[in-house]
């Protein structure tokens, strides 16, 4: 590799994080306005047809850390992994057996208006805020569970690469695996896409995969 080459690629490392950072902040709050309505309805929506806090929150891997990221609350209140193991144990086996991941249709966990935010993706709206904090990025991997991950390291030994990857980088609203396929596709499938944009980012390939996003929504209504 050339000296200019060397110098136009330590100058894209450099100047990447600066921009892409400036893309979040800049989307994210102007996507709380633009939303801002569907968040105060959906917001009322769910306090008045269930028990329980508006949003939910729960511990997912950052860049080289843990960080709580922000949801509306889909699920009835109360240990749902106990509730489900416990009075469906069909349910929990298929749970576990299929990557932690079941229907909305069949889950009985999430509540009415939970399945219509889920199968939406409006309940992803929330994690603006994490974006806006710098937990998040409006692009990058799944945000996974730490048990989940330790768990697929031993039962998917292969994908070890992969999750190192993931853990690299700060996990998105959206992603390459949101764009091709969402949770029909395995995990194995899911981490060596995320994998993949970890280690090819650019700035034209976070265009293409915000620009395939809402694509991506349309399709699972």
Do not use: C, H
Request: charge should be positive.
């Amino acid at each position: 590799m050339t000296n200019k080459k060397v110098f136009l690629y330590d100058l894209r490392v450099l100047i990447f994080p600066i921009i892409k950072r400036l893309i979040d902040i800049v989307s994210s709050l102007l996507l709380i306005i633009l939303f801002s309505p569907i968040l105060i309805i959906v917001s009322i929506i769910i306090k008045l047809t269930s028990d329980g806090p508006i949003f939910f929150k729960q511990q997912r891997v950052g860049k080289d850390n843990l960080f709580y990221m922000y949801k509306f609350r889909t699920m009835r209140i109360g240990d749902n992994d106990k509730f489900l193991r416990e009075k469906y144990p069909e349910l929990w086996i298929k749970y576990k057996n299929n990557d932690w991941k079941l229907s909305a249709d069949e889950d009985p966990r999430i509540t009415t208006i939970g399945k219509i935010l889920r199968t939406t993706s409006i309940d992803e709206m929330p994690q603006f805020i994490n974006i806006l904090k710098g937990e998040m990025s409006l692009v990058g991997p799944r945000a996974y569970r730490d048990e989940e991950l330790k768990e697929y390291s031993i039962r998917y030994p292969n994908t070890k690469k992969y999750i190192a990857d993931i853990r690299s980088i700060k996990p998105g609203l959206t992603g390459p695996w949101q764009v091709s396929g969402r949770n029909k596709l395995s995990f194995e499938k899911r981490a060596k896409l995320d994998s993949d944009y970890a280690n090819n980012r650019s700035i034209l390939n976070e265009i293409i995969i915000i620009l395939k996003t809402p694509f991506a929504m349309f399709s699972n209504w």
